[in-house]
């Protein structure tokens, strides 16, 4: 489900923006059904909700609305029993659209990008979710912290896995996901990584996350020992 205005998930899944006609905006004001909206992808098993521009008046509609976090979670109950898993892409910003996917989801997978200010922000998302869980949502759980385009040259990327872990123990994922040439080129092309080029470390990056996730569904901190993928030497 992308429900991010700039529409890069569905770009980037082979979806061009313009010819999107039902999108998140519709399905998230009732206009029309999630069902409607879902559209398939070069992957068989996956299915994307496509987002659109609209989604930047959303913010401002939702507002009179009554129980307006709640949006998304009524628009997705459809939804739930026809896959194993909904995954919600959310907007870099703590508005009503993230809100709603708070809302609606049962875990929160958030990437940290390994730069100083990505701290801040780590900060603020985990008091809002803080929020959520006390007044909307008492079953949301944070399923973990992804540490992501980390470049093994620069020593303050370094210093930020070494803080996020210490700060956030036994929440960050062991998995570390490189900066990398070939993931940067997937979204031009409309593909994910990991079909574009599936043997670059980026994707092998993401598909170990995965493998972790799936293996124990929580992350284990093993401080800096974890997989990090170096784009230049191929070391790990």
Not at 17 to 22: F, G, H, S
Not at 155 to 166: F, P, T, W
């Amino acid at each position: 489900v992308d429900l991010d205005p700039q529409a890069s998930a569905t770009s980037g899944f082979g979806i061009p923006r313009e010819e999107v006609a039902t999108s998140a905006y519709e399905v998230l004001l009732g206009a029309a059904a999630a069902a409607e909206a879902v559209r398939a992808t070069a992957l068989p098993a996956v299915h994307v909700l496509p987002a659109s521009r609209d989604l930047l008046g959303a913010e401002v509609e939702l507002v009179p609305m009554l129980q307006r976090e709640l949006q998304l979670r009524r628009a997705l109950r459809a939804l739930r029993d026809a896959y194993e898993y909904l995954l919600v892409d959310c907007p870099p910003s703590l508005g009503l659209l993230t809100i709603n996917a708070l809302c609606a989801a049962d875990s929160v997978l958030v990437p940290v990008q390994c730069e100083y200010y990505a701290m801040e922000g780590l900060s603020s998302l985990l008091d809002t979710i803080r929020l959520i869980q006390d007044g909307l949502n008492s079953g949301l759980e944070v399923e973990g912290v992804v540490l992501t385009m980390f470049d093994a040259r620069n020593s303050l990327a370094h210093q930020v896995c070494a803080d996020v872990r210490a700060h956030f123990p036994g929440r960050v994922f062991r998995t570390v996901i490189p900066r990398n040439v070939r993931l940067s080129e997937a979204p031009s092309h409309g593909l994910p990584g990991v079909l574009y080029d599936r043997s670059s470390k980026g994707a092998r990056a993401y598909l170990e996350l995965a493998q972790e996730i799936l293996a124990g569904g929580k992350p284990v901190d093993v401080g800096l020992r974890g997989t990090i993928f170096d784009e230049h030497d191929g070391n790990r």
